[in-house]
Nanobody, 123 residues
Framework: VQLQASGGGLVQPGGSLRLSCAVT????????VGWFLQAPGKERQFVGA????????YYADSVRGRFTISRDNVDNIMYLQMNTLKPEDTAVYYC?????????????????WGRGTLVTVSS
């Protein structure tokens, strides 16, 4: 499985941005795709994830209600819609994949990683 995140950029506080993660390779079967962020000088943190078969998503408390994950299972793209962005959301955002349908919320649980995309929230 290969993943590629895109869509990062500079956005003002309170603004919105949508990230994409293209999933290629073995795109059938029971797997979960997640988003993580890594702020400067900090460890990578879980943002949310989606079970690919039914599109059900779950989130970290810090983003619930502001961020929404969806997926297009025809084109195999996962999206992260980020609203009401805050300066503390500034980070490199990564997407990752894991075979299975339990809840996976730590980076060491994920087997495949894509290159990240930088999101900067600043006025």
């Amino acid at each position: 499985v290969q993943l590629q995140a895109s869509g990062g950029g500079l956005v003002q506080p309170g603004g919105s941005l949508r990230l994409s993660c293209a999933v290629t390779g073995r795109t059938f079967g029971a797997y979960t795709v997640g988003w993580f962020l890594q702020a400067p000088g900090k460890e990578r943190q879980f943002v949310g994830a989606v079970k690919w078969s039914d599109g059900s998503a779950y989130y970290a408390d810090s983003v619930r209600g502001r961020f929404t994950i969806s997926r297009d299972n025809v084109d195999n793209i996962m999206y992260l819609q980020m609203n009401t962005l805050k300066p503390e959301d500034t980070a490199v955002y990564y997407c990752a994949a894991k075979w299975g349908y339990l809840k996976y919320m730590t980076q060491d649980q994920y087997e495949y990683w894509g290159r990240g995309t930088l999101v900067t929230v600043s006025s």
